[in-house]
Structures are given as structure tokens and as C-alpha cells.
């Protein structure tokens, strides 16, 4: 599933980044490489998504967050 | 002299470290060649002097933007003789990737663990001298705020200068080895190494050239396409095209691997239950974080102007006060009158001007440095991201933009905020459109006078074209300073919230205005000198000044625009401020006394209504009132944007568009009212 599809205060591991390496490079850089845990602190359906890995509070567009495929933790 | 580069992440405390470091002696340019902007200055450390290049902040090393391309340049091709990697010590594991993406670069490191103090807050508890002995590189942990503890950091200076120390790729190519699950010997790493085998890449390891390969890197792309034969090219190309964008992942996910591998003995996290503050649900609501934003906003620039406005309103009376004593000096002395009507007029007019315009600049840059100094911009920035991304911009862009409305040129500075320099530019030719409250308050004084009841319908319309400049700059403007293929939609970190350092604040602040001080004050002295001379006459007879017969000379040109050539001086007046043009009109049709001193003063004269109606037609009206829309803002501006792109090419494309958008509207609406009315 991809990353948008999860709930708030679920928990999830990051699985796959799709897209050009562009994307790949700047989500990885942010501190998202797979496997990374991660919470979803807010996803109101309609803003971007709010997640806490790492120790950072980070904001993913929608249309960014289907180009991420995670599991649930 | 040795050169010290700072790399870090955006929000690492990189700037605050590089402004205690430099204090004053610090030099604001572009790169050679390049849109981007450079930081260096200097600092003496036992007897030696230093230069501290503050290299645009970017998430890792690979170039996918113009700031992120010379900041890889940078430390790749060894100009520094120190690389200093800051790092965010309450975020360590996030915030070391910068230093994984870095090890494979022969140079001397040393590592700055900052905001120490935050880590400590969050329970965080980290072994600075395990992490030195694990990465055998000088390590420090401190906290940049705290301008007390700058000892420590020159020690950690002084021993990586006397022990120079670099940082292997060597850990990470073993994980990314050791993480490919078809056996070691197929992985792209193994195959693509020994394709380079007989290449000297200088500086860097051959992992690392390796990585940048299969991170599709544009510059290492190129480099390699070069340096190899084109019948191994093709072999490599077989390899990076098969990878896709996976290379990234499987060396992305390697270099976290080893940052959590040393950490895992040298720091523990305090786990805490991580949850969305109270203030952070309303601050990053849909709806209400918006009015949120919109009330920080105010609020802010409110307080810091109320420090401001007395030096504003003393400034504005310092010409009343320093006037007569001119004159009286002037006359004493038997000097020329025209001496005290240019030293009141151009140098001590000037300056009040200029003083006076500094304390919306100084209202601006406080509140601008706050927000970003406690974390509340990026919050902004995320509720505003969907509306300015509509433009290509970044939701940062928020803030100064609505700023504008108080004050064009302040707002120009507030660009800042914005990190690639081409979201900076495209800020500030929207800014341009973007009335202060002296530019609604003529074009609705105006509407008023011609139009009467009927203004408020003026207020609409301005509104309308505003959005419709936008939508015209966005297709002239955008893709050029912000290619869209390098546009990312957000994807942007929150950083945790901070108290402001209130002292190295006001310092960064003070020396920008100091800065932008001086470029304005050139600006507009050069300006008030032409305006004077133009419309110097002995007798103070407009008839009798340049200006005049410069403006009956044009005519037959200006009144394409429907502006004879008392509106279109007054247009040009325009360009000195919005509240000049009034004061030039005034002038320009009742024909008699000192023109310069009512541009000066901002002055209207008090019957300008009725003098313009009986001498103004409506179609006439109209052209002027559109033009004064979309004219230059005002000389503060020129100023600010000039000291902000550091290019004149820039500033006078940007003036040269809005005169055409300006003259062009008012062509449209006096033709069109001609043949209507």
C-alpha cells in the first residue's frame, strides 16, 4: 500500500520509493530510505502527510506520497 | 590562509555558526557563473586567518539543483583546505547522512554535533568522544547559539588542521555489498568498479564515484562518459539503465546502515511517544492554520513595528528641522540658493527616505528571522504549499509575499527565507506586483477623485489583475528560474520548535539593514539627483525646469499611453514612490513652485482633486490610474532587490517588465475608454 493510505498514529516501515531517481535521491536524502520506521502523526485526507521518522517531523505531498509503497508495523 | 566550507542540512544551524564565526567581515555575492548566492568571510584563529565559505545548504551531495551543483563542486574538487559537516545533534541519524554521503571525498572532516542542548532536552544522550574514536575525524559537540562556548570549537579546529583527517567510503561499500541478495559478485557496485579499474579519480574514492554513478548524478555522469572508453560507457550505461533508479535505494539505504551502526553504541534516544503538539494540530490544519499564519504574521510585523515607527515618524521630521538651518548656513555663507535646495532636497531628503524606509526593512527582516528562528515558518509553509506550488513556488514564499502589502521593499529582503535562488527571484517579481498600503491608498485616492462612488470597483479589478500578473510571470518568469523538471512537490521537514536567539538575531539583522542601508541609499540619491535637476528651475517655474521640455518633447510617445506629459512625469515620480507621483502632479499642473520639495515631502497639495478633474479627461484618468497599478514600487525596492539578486541585469529586467506591463495596461484601458466613453 502506499504511504497515504495509512491512518493516523499507525505505524509503518517504508518498502519501496518509486519514481525517477530525482525523487528517489531527494526522499532518501530527507532521511526515507527503505526499511525506515516511521508514524503517521496526521493525514486529514486532503494535506500533506505529516510522518515522524528519525527524530523529524516530515511533510509529503499526496501525489508524492503514492509514488511510496510501506508495510504496516 | 586556510579555507574552511561548512556543509550541512537547511535548518542544521549552519548560518548561525557561520555568522559568530565571521561576525562582521563578511562578504554576500554570487557564485561565478552562477544564480547562486555566496556566502564567505573571515575570522582570525591563532594568528592565522581563515576563510569560512558558507556552502548552500542541501540534503546530501548529489546535484539536482543549481545550489546543490555548487555545493558538490565546492568540496569535490578540494577548495577547501577543512570540509566542516554540521550536523543536527537532536536529529543525529536523519542529519548524519550529509557526512555518509560525504566519506569517499579525500579531504580533511571534522564533524560539529549542533544543538547539543535540544538533544539533552529530548533525553537524548550521545558519547561525542565514542563517535571521534569510531569515525577517527575531529568531533564536537556543541551548541552554536551559545555564543560562550566558541572555545571548543577552535580547539576542534586547531586539531583538525594539525592532524588532518578523512573520512573512508570503505564501511559503507562493504554494507552495500553485503545487502545485495543474489551473492556479492553480482552486485552493480562490483561490476561497475572494475569497469573504472584503471581510473584515478583525484580527490575521491572510487565508491564513491561508484554511488554518485548509480545515484544517476548528472555531473559524475558526464565526468565518467568522458574519462572511459565509449565501448565501456556503453557497458556501464547497460548497468546504471538496468539498476533504474534502485542504485540510489541500494546505496541510499547503505549509507543509513552505517550511520545507525555507529550510532548504535554511541547514542541513546530517549523514546518517547511522539505526538502532533496541541498548537502543531491548529498551526497545520487545513483551514485554521492559515488564519493561524495570517495572525502570527500580523502580529509579528505589528510588534516590530511599533520599534520601528519612531524612527520612521523622526525621520519624516527631520527635514522640518534641518531645513532652515540649510537654508540659513546656505545664505550665510553667500552660497548659490540652489546648494541649500539640493543639499535639503536630494541629501538630507534622501536620507530621511532611506532612514525611514530601513525600519519597515528592519519590521521585516525581525519578524522573517523569528519565524524561522523558532520553526513556525516551515508550518506556514506547509499550509500554503498547494496555493503557491500552483505558481512553482515553494509554500515559503507565503510569508514574504503577503508581507509585500506592507512593505515591497522590506518583503524583497524576506525572500531569503527561500532556498534556491531562483524561487528567490521569481518571489520578488511577484512582489513587485504586490501593493503596499501607499500604493492602494493613491490608486484608490485616484479612483476616488475621478470616479467617485465608483473607486471600490477599482479595488476588485486591481485585485483581479494582480492574479492575472501572477499567472503572466508564472508563464514568463517560471519555468526559466524554476525548471520543471526540477521541481519536487513538497517534501519538506518541520523542524521541532526553538526559543529564538534573541542576541545573534538582532545582530544578523541590524547588519542586513546596514547592508541593504547602504545599496538603498546609493539608489536613491542617484534617483533624487536626476528628479532634482530635471526639475530644477531658478525661478521655480515648472515651465522654466528640464523637465518641462523633456516631458513636451515625449509627448507625441507618452500619449500612446494616454498620459500627456504632466501624467507621465508624474507616472515617472511614480517610480521614486507611489505618494511622489501625488506631489509631482501637484506640481506639474498648478505650474508653479518647487517640484522637487513636494516629491521630497510626499506631499499632495491640498485641491489636487479638483485641479486634476478640470484638467484631467476620464479616459486620460483611467490610463493613469491603470499605469500606477503596475509601475516600479518605488526606488526602496530597486534598492532591495538589487542588494538581494546582486545583479543589475536582474533589477532592470525585472523594472523593464513591470514599465511594459504598466504602459501596456494603460494603453489597453485608454483606447478602449476612448472608444467607449
Keep these: ?73 | 590562509m586556510r579555507t574552511i566550507a561548512l556543509l550541512g542540512q537547511p535548518n542544521s544551524g549552519k548560518s548561525t555558526l557561520f555568522n559568530a564565526l565571521t561576525g562582521s567581515h563578511q562578504h554576500v555575492g554570487n557564485w561565478p557563473g552562477k544564480t547562486v548566492e555566496r556566502a564567505e568571510g573571515y575570522f582570525t584563529f591563532d594568528e592565522e586567518v581563515y576563510r569560512v565559505v558558507d556552502l548552500p545548504g542541501s540534503y546530501g551531495l548529489t546535484a539536482n539543483s543549481a545550489e546543490e551543483a555548487v555545493t558538490r563542486n565546492f568540496v569535490e574538487q578540494g577548495n577547501a583546505d577543512i570540509v566542516c559537516i554540521i550536523v543536527d545533534a537532536s536529529q543525529l541519524e536523519r542529519s548524519l547522512y550529509m557526512l555518509a554521503d560525504f566519506a569517499g571525498i579525500e579531504r580533511p572532516v571534522m564533524l560539529v554535533l549542533n544543538m547539543m542542548d535540544v538533544a539533552e532536552q529530548k533525553g537524548k544522550k550521545i558519547d561525542v568522544q565514542k563517535i571521534q574514536s569510531l569515525l577517527n575525524i575531529p568531533v564536537l559537540g556543541f551548541t552554536a547559539s551559545d555564543l560562550e562556548g566558541y572555545s571548543k570549537f577552535f580547539d576542534t579546529l586547531k586539531r583538525a588542521v594539525e592532524k588532518p583527517a578523512k573520512i573512508s567510503s570503505t564501511k559503507i561499500r562493504e554494507i552495500a555489498l553485503a545487502n545485495v541478495s543474489d551473492g556479492r559478485e553480482s552486485s552493480p557496485i562490483l561490476k561497475l568498479e572494475k569497469l573504472l579499474d584503471y581510473l584515478d579519480f583525484g580527490n575521491r574514492e572510487k565508491f564513491w564515484i561508484v554511488s554518485k554513478l548509480l545515484e544517476n548524478d548528472s555531473l559524475v555522469r558526464s565526468e565518467v562518459e568522458t574519462a572511459v572508453t565509449p565501448e565501456h560507457w556503453k557497458q556501464i550505461k547497460e548497468i546504471l539503465d538496468a539498476e533504474g533508479a534502485e542504485g540510489g535505494l541500494l546505496t541510499g539505504e547503505a549509507k543509513y546502515r552505517f550511520i545507525s551502526e555507529t550510532l548504535r553504541e554511541v547514542a541513546l534516544a530517549g523514546e518517547k511517544t511522539v505526538k502532533l503538539s496541541r498548537f502543531d494540530k491548529m498551526a497545520t490544519h487545513r483551514i485554521w492554520g492559515k488564519f493561524v499564519a495570517f495572525f502570527i504574521l500580523v502580529l509579528t510585523l505589528a510588534v516590530s513595528m511599533m520599534i520601528a515607527v519612531p524612527i520612521i515618524a523622526s525621520c519624516f521630521g527631520l527635514q522640518g528641522v534641518v531645513g532652515p538651518f540649510v537654508n540659513q548656513a546656505c545664505e550665510s555663507l553667500g552660497l548659490w540658493p540652489a546648494v541649500a535646495s539640493f543639499v535639503n532636497s536630494v541629501i538630507v531628503g534622501g536620507l530621511a527616505v532611506t532612514v525611514a524606509m530601513m525600519g519597515f526593512v528592519f519590521a521585516i527582516l525581525v519578524t522573517f528571522g523569528l519565524m524561522e528562528d523558532t520553526g513556525y515558518l516551515a508550518r506556514s509553509s506547509y499550509v500554503f504549499d498547494s496555493w503557491l506550488s500552483r505558481l512553482g513556488l515553494h509554500g515559503k514564499a507565503f510569508m514574504p509575499l503577503v508581507s509585500g502589502l506592507a512593505c515591497t521593499g522590506g518583503a524583497v529582503c524576506g525572500t531569503r527565507v527561500l532556498d534556491t535562488r531562483g524561487q528567490r527571484l521569481f518571489a520578488m517579481v511577484l512582489l513587485w506586483s504586490i501593493p503596499c498600503g501607499s500604493k492602494v491608498a493613491v490608486v484608490l485616492f485616484l479612483a476616488s477623485v475621478f470616479f467617485g462612488s465608483a473607486a471600490p470597483l477599482f479595488g476588485v479589478i486591481y485585485v483581479a489583475l494582480i492574479f492575472a500578473s501572477f499567472w503572466i510571470s508564472s508563464k514568463l518568469f517560471g519555468n526559466k528560474l524554476m525548471p520543471v523538471n526540477e521541481r519536487v512537490g513538497m517534501i519538506m521537514e518541520l523542524p521541532p520548535y526553538h526559543k529564538p536567539h534573541w542576541k545573534i538575531l538582532l545582530k544578523t539583522v541590524c547588519r542586513n539593514v546596514w547592508e541593504v542601508f547602504k545599496k538603498a541609499i546609493v539608489v536613491i540619491w542617484s534617483i533624487s539627483l536626476v528628479f532634482w535637476l530635471l526639475s530644477y528651475s531658478k525661478d521655480g517655474l515648472v515651465a522654466h525646469s528640464l523637465l518641462y521640455h523633456i516631458g513636451n518633447f515625449i509627448e507625441p510617445f507618452t500619449q500612446i499611453f494616454g498620459m500627456r506629459w504632466q501624467l507621465f512625469i508624474s507616472y515617472l515620480g511614480g517610480v521614486f514612490s507611489k505618494e511622489a507621483s501625488l506631489g509631482v502632479m501637484s506640481v506639474v499642473f498648478s505650474s508653479s513652485t518647487d517640484a522637487f520639495s513636494l516629491i521630497a515631502r510626499n506631499e499632495a497639495g491640498a485641491n489636487l482633486g479638483e485641479m486634476m478633474r478640470a484638467a484631467v479627461s476620464l479616459p486620460e484618468a483611467l490610463a493613469f490610474i491603470f499605469a500606477s497599478m503596475f509601475n516600479v514600487p518605488c526606488v526602496l525596492t530597486m534598492g532591495t532587490t538589487y542588494r538581494e539578486t546582486h545583479s543589475l541585469k536582474w533589477t532592470a529586467a525585472i523594472a523593464g517588465y513591470y514599465f511594459a506591463i504598466s504602459l501596456g495596461l494603460a494603453f489597453i484601458v485608454y483606447h478602449i475608454a476612448l472608444w467607449v466613453l
Excluded: W
Design chain 1, 1 to 73: 500500500m502506499c504511504l497515504s493510505e495509512l491512518q493516523e498514529n499507525q505505524k509503518g516501515l517504508i518498502q519501496k520509493i518509486n519514481g525517477d531517481s530525482r525523487f528517489v535521491s531527494r526522499v532518501v536524502s530527507m532521511g526515507l530510505p527503505p526499511s525506515s520506521p516511521f508514524l503517521v502523526l496526521q493525514n486529514d485526507g486532503r494535506s500533506p502527510v505529516l510522518l515522524y521518522s528519525h527524530d523529524t517531523m516530515i511533510a509529503i505531498n499526496r501525489k508524492e506520497c503514492m509514488q511510496i509503497d510501506v508495510e504496516m508495523a
